[in-house]
């Protein structure tokens, strides 16, 4: 059980940059996920945690103890591989306790503890097989049980599902979830898959090209993403960015796309007339049918429809307002339309997202301006963590 | 399955056949040789089988060579030992405990592997004398050491290039040093790696001859010295450097037929997903 801290960590390889100063603090006990497409970074810190990498610039923690200079073996964090990385020539006790083994402690204690992992694996009937003689989802449940084995302060995953079928995904994330909160221990999972970090993180972090692009918790980082690279990484399909101005109608203040008029919900001192935006809206923030009832009629407008595809209990739109913005909807039920057909489409403003067009940064509420600010501040982790306790009890 | 024999693969098999013959008539000649009796040796009747078996010839050329051969089995099975190991040590640094101009080294260490016996002879010999080293079995010993040095290297170094990284970051993640890494993990791992390696420096030690004739004294000479004495006489009877010849033989036969299985093992199946 330890806290995990990264100070101003950067990674050269050579030349070259891959991480720029990275600063995060893990609390006790948290499940973090680092997400971001392929060369991020993500891997990179991982093992630099472990201490498979050296650290080039920096402060890495964990617990109160500084570890850049600590051997991987001496830092007690367990990591299990994408590859599992299994002892091919140990039968799967064997792989599960050689940590114990070399750590000297008595058979009988690595036997016991390694039985005790595999029950709860579901292990047992395979503890004398070799690797070669497993499934694939078995191989992963041997390399989880010889992190568990361990009992680390850290538990370290890199992309370890990503080597198995989509139905054994599913159900491994579902037992790792469950591993979790059953032991509780820091954890830090590497992942390029949104679906992945949505589901198991208590906070997310998405890199790119080594940066930090933003820390939050799933909810956070979909309904609030921090700047358009977070919106279209997170969530399946992207968050649709559109094109606008501020403008001003009847008094309220809105967005104007080339034919329509927008409000927003609430006024924002920090926008002005006449100024450009980009608006995201997520696809399951544009309705049709009868769940338009609940949206005002100012956030309605007429779509055509150029496409539909029916995923099983959702349907996607690929819709296009004003002739020339197209859109994706994700919408309940299974809708079948004409391809050109027209329909009135109703967008829950209150979830919009706006952007400014150069930097393509979020422009912050006038709510997120008066203090609860984002990201990782203290008064936010200490609110998390109380809300982690809450779980755990 | 039925194959239909077209011409082409049936002028293949015809060139193979005769290929065949042609690289087991000295094989024949010299079992038919070693079978005569010396008076019944001669050009004229050189092919044919012998009228009567004479397996004297063996047990004869055995009582000669016996030294040799003594001295030929301590030399290659020393040397091929001890530059086998270093080898794969060396091969499990270059491979995965990279530093910075280990590429540099290993590919200097390489150019060792094209430098014919004969270029160092001189020098190996003075060397040799330095460290008063020469004339017995430990120099030569210590020559086919080092001179194997850079095939093994290269060969393990390719052959630990297969083990993936990941399993020895798993094993420095479990608490595992240098050495318990070699020992628990690659060395395992490495028997295919082993046998191709032995095999390869136990045929090049036992047949080697220049280094064997000038480096050692009379008394310490390898098998293909004396062999090469056994038939350097005024008056040679054929018979016992043929039989000799085929002593010599049987050892490096030998391995390769116990040993040749352990190529086809994949002992690395399973270690990640297929």
Redesign the interface.
């Known amino acids: 059980m330890a806290k995990v801290e990264l100070k101003s960590v950067v990674k050269r390889f050579g030349d070259v940059r891959v991480v720029h100063g990275i600063d995060l603090e893990i609390a006790d006990n948290e499940f973090i996920v680092l997400v971001g497409p392929s060369g991020c970074g993500k891997s990179t810190i991982l093992r630099m945690v472990?201490?498979?990498e050296s650290i080039s610039d920096g402060e890495i923690y964990i617990g109160d103890r500084c570890v850049n200079e600590v051997d991987?073996?001496s830092r007690n964090?367990?990591?299990v591989?994408?590859?599992?990385?299994?002892?091919?020539?140990m039968t799967v006790h064997d792989n599960m306790g050689?940590?114990l083994d070399?750590?000297k402690r008595p058979q009988k204690e690595i036997n016991e503890k390694v039985r005790k992992a595999a029950s709860m694996l579901e292990l047992e009937p395979y503890l004398d097989r070799?690797?070669?003689?497993?499934s694939?989802g078995q191989?992963q449940r041997v390399a989880m049980g010889?992190a568990i084995v361990?009992q680390p302060d850290v538990f370290l995953f890199d992309e370890p599902l990503s080597?198995l079928d989509a139905q054994l995904r599913t159900q491994m994330r579902m037992e790792l979830k469950k591993l979790h909160m059953k032991f509780s221990t820091t954890t830090i999972y590497v992942t390029h898959d949104q679906i992945e970090a949505m589901t198991l993180a208590d906070r997310i972090v998405i890199l790119k090209d080594g940066l930090i692009q933003q820390v939050g918790t799933p909810v956070e980082v979909y309904e609030k993403p921090a700047n358009v690279f977070v919106a279209q990484f997170i969530g399946n399909p992207p968050m649709n960015i559109l094109e606008g101005t501020v403008a001003r109608d009847q008094g309220r203040l809105g967005v104007r796309t080339k034919r329509s008029f927008f409000p927003l919900q609430e006024d924002r001192k920090n926008l002005w007339e006449g100024q450009k935006v980009l608006f995201g809206l997520r696809p399951d923030a544009i309705k049709i049918g009868d769940s338009l009832n609940r949206i005002p009629p100012e956030w309605r407008c007429t779509a055509q429809v150029e496409l539909t595809e029916i995923l099983g209990g959702q349907s996607l739109l690929d819709l296009v307002v004003d002739d020339e913005i197209s859109l994706i909807a994700e919408v309940e039920g299974r809708v079948q339309m004409q391809a050109g057909s027209s329909v009135e489409v109703g967008f829950c403003f209150d979830r919009v997202v706006l952007f400014d067009p150069e930097t393509e940064e979020a422009l912050s509420s006038v709510a997120q301006l008066e203090g609860t600010a984002e990201g990782t501040t203290p008064e936010r982790d200490i609110a998390h963590k109380k809300e982690i306790e809450v779980h755990t009890n | 399955m039925e194959r239909k024999l077209s011409p082409a693969t049936i002028v293949l098999y015809v060139v193979l056949g005769i290929l065949v013959i042609l690289y087991l008539m000295p094989a024949y000649m010299a079992l038919v040789t070693a079978l005569k009796s010396p008076a019944e040796i001669s050009l004229p009747t050189a092919w044919e089988w012998p009228s009567v078996i004479n397996w004297s010839s063996f047990s004869e050329a055995l009582d000669l060579l016996k030294p040799n051969l003594v001295n030929s089995l301590i030399l290659t099975v020393c040397a091929t030992a001890l530059s086998t190991v270093l080898g794969s040590l060396n091969g499990y640094v270059f491979s995965k405990w990279t530093f910075r101009g280990s590429e540099i080294i290993f590919t200097l260490f390489l150019f060792g592997m094209f430098i014919p016996y004969q270029v160092i002879l001189i020098p190996l010999f003075q060397t040799l004398r330095a460290m008063n080293l020469y004339g017995g079995l430990p120099g030569l010993i210590l020559a086919h050491v080092v001179y194997g040095l850079p095939i093994t290297s290269l060969i393990f170094r390719n052959f630990y290039a297969q083990i993936?990284t990941?399993?020895i970051?798993?094993?420095?993640?479990?608490?595992?040093?240098f050495f318990?890494i070699y020992t628990?993990?690659v060395f395992?791992?490495s028997i295919p790696g082993f046998v191709v390696t032995s095999l390869w420096q136990f045929t090049q030690i036992w047949n080697e001859f220049l280094w064997g004739i000038t480096l050692t004294r009379h008394s310490e000479n390898p098998i293909t010295v004396g062999l090469a004495q056994l038939a350097g006489g005024q008056a040679v009877s054929w018979n016992l450097p043929m039989a000799g010849s085929i002593l010599a033989a049987i050892p490096v036969l030998l391995i390769y037929v116990f040993l040749g299985r352990y190529f086809i093992r994949g002992?690395?199946?399973?270690?990640?997903?297929g």
Request: glycine fraction near 10%; aromatic fraction near 8%; proline fraction near 9%.
């Open positions: 472990a201490g498979l991987p073996k964090v367990a990591m591989f994408q590859n599992y990385a299994l002892y091919p020539h050689f940590s070399m750590a070799k690797p070669e003689a497993l694939g191989r010889r361990r080597n | 993936p990941a399993l970051e798993s094993a420095r993640l479990d608490g595992a040093g318990s628990r993990v395992p791992l002992l690395l199946a399973g270690s990640v997903k």
